[in-house]
């Protein structure tokens, strides 16, 4: 690129950071809550100084098992990912290396998934569910959930295994490896940031997902996403405890975002390709 | 034994790709059938006795009953307003941060928080923040006399707009990703060329970067109109489709019909009509894709 003058940049970069804090303040706002004392959260005129606390993560581990909230958080979302990366990442490489003229076809298929809207499929396969005794449990919520990651997958693997070359998994072949060795051994590896970004995407899709386990899931196997709107229609919860316990929601998936912040980016790119 | 061969990848490659295949038919094809099945029926899991075939009655009932048809013109509102507004301010902070630096790349991955962050806590943030009694943003504009009087959220004529910003602030920076995606991708010739041809800021802009812009612009689109128009944790926990159904969406109305009145066959299909407007949106927004790229690379 051409040189460019440093006013320029500078009034780029300021203008990029003020936006930026703009859009991160609600965020901050909801962590201060969770430090502020009750009665300073409901002072007329609301008050941007407080003496902090931590009043509100007692009253959340009271009132809640958060410890249990997080582990069925945590069992949906590694289980939906692992399921869906064991389905979605062979087919994907399947119909990359395919000849056939239907491969094209099947992978737009599995990107369609991504429209159906959760009320057209949700309510019979919570009848599905019901019947055959798995509503209530994160199984059902994983089953659900496995299905619209593991098309997901597959249409994101189809482009990453599309833009890399089978020259290697040829020569490898023709040294005698055996099929699931070249596509073990040579692809996958080669492929290893796509499925990262994958896992990454449906952790993040899994972990904030809400409306599926609300219905699917019963008291016990509740995630925690589905335990803050319990909380916020309870009467004598407070808005600061309520921010405590989404500290155990939020805090997890941005760590994870920002940490992964490069396979984010790589994912988002490759969807656009 | 080049046959043979051929043959045994062939299965390989078919193996692979069956459990995908049949998982994604029978968790979510054979769901979706089975309501269509059902949306030809009156059928109430509490009234299972009284379940009867009533042809199109639910799809006429969609569309004759004056509250759906408010939640088919929200939805549309909804998803027009808050994907064109994200467009616009995505594509501005895009090009604010094209250059490729290290400061860029931090300020991109802190922007990106609020589209990580789980809707639903969206939803109560913001709730919180603009109640008229004790919000920090509501509060405030109550004092001033901006808006109504009871809160943005809970009057009718300002509900609906107040979700579309909400839903900006959440997906602005996820659209600013996809852009700058696009952009990273423009060919750097091309552009210098404008450049050295002595075109300015606002020429390179609308004849260079745009034009080459338009199939990610439009990719963009199809994604986020696809999310927007099945808006639903924001709103379930902001408004509820209320007040007086001034914030009912397609979604609001299916979930709320099926899974809490149980009204199995009419929830069936609103969710069929949601499913249809969304293919046909994206569709649309496909063809146009297309036709971009034809005139672009002439392919």
């Known amino acids: 690129m051409a040189r460019v003058s440093t006013r320029r940049i500078v009034l780029e970069r300021t203008t990029a950071l003020v936006v930026t804090i703009l859009f991160l303040l609600p965020v901050c706002w909801l962590i201060s809550t969770a430090y502020k004392p009750s009665n300073q959260i409901f002072s007329v005129p609301p008050r941007l100084t407080f003496t902090p606390t931590l009043d509100q993560f007692r009253a959340a581990f009271a009132l809640f098992d958060v410890a249990a909230l997080v582990r069925s958080s945590v069992i949906i979302s590694l289980g939906t990912t692992l399921l869906s990366l064991l389905l979605g990442v062979p087919a994907g490489y399947a119909l990359a290396r395919s000849r056939s003229r239907y491969s094209a076809g099947f992978a737009y298929f599995f990107l369609a998934i991504r429209m159906i809207p959760a009320v057209a499929a949700l309510i019979p396969f919570y009848l599905m569910m019901r019947d055959i005794g798995l509503l209530g449990s994160w199984w059902a919520v994983i089953v659900f959930n496995t299905m619209l990651n593991c098309a997901f997958v597959t249409w994101m693997m189809f482009s990453y295994f599309k833009a890399l070359p089978p020259d290697m998994e040829e020569a490898a072949l023709t040294d005698g490896c055996t099929q699931m060795g070249a596509f073990w051994k040579v692809a996958v590896p080669a492929v290893r940031s796509g499925i990262i970004a994958c896992a990454l995407f449906c952790m993040m899709f899994s972990w904030n997902d809400f409306l599926h386990p609300m219905f699917l899931t019963t008291l016990d196997a509740k995630p925690i996403s589905v335990a803050l709107l319990t909380a916020y229609g309870t009467k004598d919860i407070t808005w600061g405890t309520l921010g405590a316990l989404a500290h155990f929601s939020t805090i997890p998936i941005v760590l994870m975002a920002l940490v992964m912040n490069r396979y984010f980016v790589q994912g988002a790119t490759n969807g656009v390709q | ?299």
């Open chain 2, 1 to 299: 034994m080049r046959t043979t061969f051929s043959d045994r990848r062939k299965i390989f490659l078919f193996l692979m790709a069956a459990p995908a295949v049949l998982y994604v038919a029978a968790v979510g094809l054979w769901p979706l059938a089975q309501g269509i099945g059902y949306s030809f029926y009156k059928y109430n899991l509490l009234r299972p006795a009284r379940t009867q075939f009533v042809g199109l009655q639910n799809y006429v009932d969609i569309f004759a009953d004056a509250s759906t048809r408010t939640a088919i013109l929200n939805t549309f509102q909804f998803t027009l307003f808050s994907v064109a507004l994200q467009l616009v301010l995505g594509f501005a902070l895009a090009l604010l941060l094209w250059r490729d630096s290290r400061f860029n790349r931090i300020v991109l991955a802190f922007l990106l928080i609020p589209s990580t962050i789980t809707p639903l806590v969206v939803g109560l943030i913001f709730k919180a923040m603009l109640g008229a009694d004790y919000g920090i943003i509501g509060f405030f504009l109550a004092e001033a006399g901006i808006g109504p009087r009871t809160g943005l959220l809970t009057d009718a004529s300002t509900a609906l707009w107040v979700l579309i910003l909400i839903d900006c602030w959440e997906w602005t920076p996820l659209m600013t990703l996809i852009l700058l995606a696009g952009l990273k991708a423009l060919p750097g010739d091309v552009l210098e060329a404008g450049r050295v041809d002595g075109a300015t800021g606002w020429q390179r802009f609308h004849m260079l970067i745009l034009p080459l812009m338009l199939p990610s612009i439009f990719l963009a689109l199809t994604l986020r109109s696809m999310d927007a128009f099945r808006v639903f944790d924001s709103v379930f926990v902001t408004t509820g489709g209320g007040p007086n159904d001034s914030t009912n969406t397609l979604m609001m109305l299916g979930v709320k019909e099926g899974l809490q009145f149980f009204n199995v066959g009419f929830a069936s299909a609103v969710g069929n009509v949601t499913l249809l407007f969304i293919a046909l949106i994206a569709t649309g927004l496909l063809l146009v894709v297309r036709r971009a790229d034809v005139r672009i690379n002439g392919k």
